[in-house]
């Protein structure tokens, strides 16, 4: 194997190469422009293509993904539809709540006294210092 | 049949990307992959090493897909496809899918090993039954064919290398 194509192409393809034989390949610029061409052409060829495994591998974990996602959703709904039906069967207590706010409007009122002061005639009530 | 198991995992990605680019149509291509497990798990694998079940296990893909391609009807659809792996454009694809395709049957054979299942030389050799410096030539033809046939594709790639080295001297 001596033409230097042959070595920078057994380079490429990962094939083992002499460092010597590839060292004097590359130093010629024929050689280095076939490697660039080799790249470029490995680039166009290149296959991005989804392989059938990942495919199969897709599929499979769809239902699983299927069956979270429905579940989820049964949850949701199972949650929305109690709490409606809770919420329609306690009108009584609902209105006994708006009723009690009502009631509840006398708790304005002022409290009941706790200590009452009886005015008596002839008492000075004024304050004054020294306690007299 | 855990050894059928073993070359399944190890292979089926690059069994489906050779079949895929000489068949040139994804669903035939898996259609075919399992065609060759299913013929590896009734062969019986063979006791040898790991290059030696790889080219096996290729020579039945390759023996497989010659049958399909001589199909005529189904050539001539696989022909007429798109390419959907779309390395740049549809028309690039298109392009490529003709010039691998004009390619010598052997020489594409040994280019698709090559570049899409990544064999080596000598795993091509003994799946194509040839020397390893038959290889070395037929892929070199191949890609020189190739060269010439996607002269534009080719122009732009090179530009687009140049200029990516570019901007990393720009860099440094």
Same mark, same amino acid.
């Given at each position: 194997?001596?033409?230097? /194509?042959?070595?920078?192409?057994?380079?490429?393809?990962?094939?083992?190469?002499?460092?010597?034989?590839?060292?004097?390949? *590359?130093?010629?610029?024929?050689?280095?422009?076939?490697? *660039?061409?080799? $790249?470029? $052409? /490995?680039?166009?060829?290149?296959?991005?293509?989804?392989?059938?495994?990942?495919? &199969?591998?897709?599929?499979?974990?769809?239902?699983?993904?299927? $069956?979270?996602?429905?579940?989820?959703?049964?949850?949701?709904?199972?949650? *929305?539809?109690?709490?409606?039906?809770?919420?329609?069967?306690?009108?009584?207590?609902?209105?006994?709540?708006?009723?009690?706010? &009502?009631?509840?409007?006398?708790?304005?009122?002022?409290?009941?006294?706790?200590?009452?002061?009886? $005015?008596?005639?002839?008492?000075?009530?004024?304050?004054?210092s020294?306690?007299? | 049949?855990?050894?059928?198991e073993?070359?399944?995992?190890?292979?089926? @990605?690059?069994?489906?990307?050779?079949?895929?680019?000489?068949?040139?149509?994804?669903?035939?291509?898996?259609d075919?992959? @399992?065609?060759?497990?299913?013929?590896?798990?009734?062969?019986?694998?063979?006791?040898?090493?790991?290059?030696?079940?790889?080219?096996?296990?290729?020579?039945?893909?390759?023996?497989?897909?010659?049958?399909?391609?001589r199909?005529?009807?189904?050539?001539? @659809?696989?022909?007429?496809?798109?390419?959907?792996?779309?390395?740049?454009? @549809?028309?690039?694809?298109?392009?490529? %899918? %003709?010039?691998v395709?004009?390619?010598?049957?052997?020489?594409?054979?040994?280019f698709?090993?090559?570049?899409?299942?990544?064999?080596?030389?000598?795993?091509?050799?003994?799946?194509?039954?040839?020397?390893?410096?038959?290889?070395?030539?037929?892929?070199? %033809?191949?890609?020189?064919?190739?060269?010439?046939?996607?002269?534009?594709?080719?122009?732009?790639?090179?530009?687009?290398?140049?200029?990516?080295?570019?901007?990393?001297?720009?860099?440094?």
């Amino acid at each position: 194997m001596t033409d230097h /194509r042959d070595i920078v192409e057994a380079f490429a393809d990962a094939e083992p190469v002499e460092a010597a034989e590839l060292s004097a390949a *590359l130093a010629d610029a024929d050689a280095r422009a076939h490697l *660039l061409d080799v $790249l470029v $052409l /490995r680039g166009l060829i290149g296959d991005a293509r989804p392989m059938p495994a990942a495919g &199969v591998v897709a599929a499979a974990r769809a239902p699983r993904w299927g $069956l979270k996602l429905a579940a989820a959703a049964a949850v949701v709904a199972a949650s *929305l539809t109690g709490g409606f039906a809770v919420g329609r069967s306690m009108p009584a207590a609902s209105q006994a709540r708006n009723t009690a706010i &009502v009631v509840s409007g006398d708790q304005n009122a002022a409290p009941a006294p706790t200590h009452v002061i009886r $005015l008596e005639n002839g008492v000075e009530w004024n304050e004054r210092s020294g306690g007299n | 049949m855990a050894d059928a198991e073993r070359l399944f995992t190890l292979h089926r @990605q690059g069994v489906f990307r050779y079949l895929c680019r000489v068949v040139g149509r994804p669903e035939t291509a898996q259609d075919l992959t @399992q065609e060759v497990f299913l013929r590896v798990s009734r062969a019986g694998v063979p006791d040898t090493d790991d290059v030696g079940h790889r080219a096996w296990v290729f020579r039945i893909a390759r023996n497989l897909v010659l049958n399909h391609v001589r199909d005529d009807a189904r050539r001539g @659809q696989a022909v007429a496809l798109l390419d959907q792996a779309a390395p740049a454009t @549809q028309e690039v694809a298109l392009a490529i %899918r %003709r010039a691998v395709d004009a390619l010598a049957d052997v020489d594409r054979d040994v280019f698709l090993m090559r570049e899409s299942a990544g064999l080596s030389y000598s795993e091509i050799a003994a799946a194509c039954d040839l020397s390893v410096e038959a290889v070395r030539a037929r892929l070199r %033809r191949a890609r020189e064919q190739l060269r010439e046939s996607l002269d534009g594709p080719m122009r732009t790639g090179r530009q687009g290398l140049i200029a990516i080295r570019g901007i990393e001297a720009g860099e440094s």
